[in-house]
């Protein structure tokens, strides 16, 4: 338990003993299914990844349980990077065309005017 002044991690990887690095639970504090689902959608588009899922272990924590099985002896740490990294690419890219869409309303509205 983190003490006072002290960050809790955000990310935990829980791994049985004597399990291969291609199958873990990832634990993901301070998140929901806001995070949970739109990054178990990109990390199953990985062609190496067998399973993705995710639950959250009660309401009232906020943390998911997040659990990845890969093919081929991948590392599962690997498809969460990645689609982590997709993840934040397609928001980024969200985040972009909102701002150039209000730009050109505002520049439409102020011809209008």
Known sequence: M?????????LEM????????GCVTFVLHDEDH?????LRYM???????????YTITHPSESKINFRIQTRGGIPAAEPLRRGLN??????QHVLNTFQVSMCDCSVHNMCLT
């Open 14 to 21: 829980v791994q049985a003993d004597g399990a291969d690095e």
């Open 86 to 91: 997709e993840l934040s690419d397609v928001c």
């Open 34 to 38: 806001t995070l949970g689902n739109s």
């Open 43 to 53: 990390i199953m588009k990985n062609a190496d990844v067998e399973f993705c899922g």
């Open 2 to 10: 983190a003490g006072e002044g002290e960050k809790k991690a955000v």
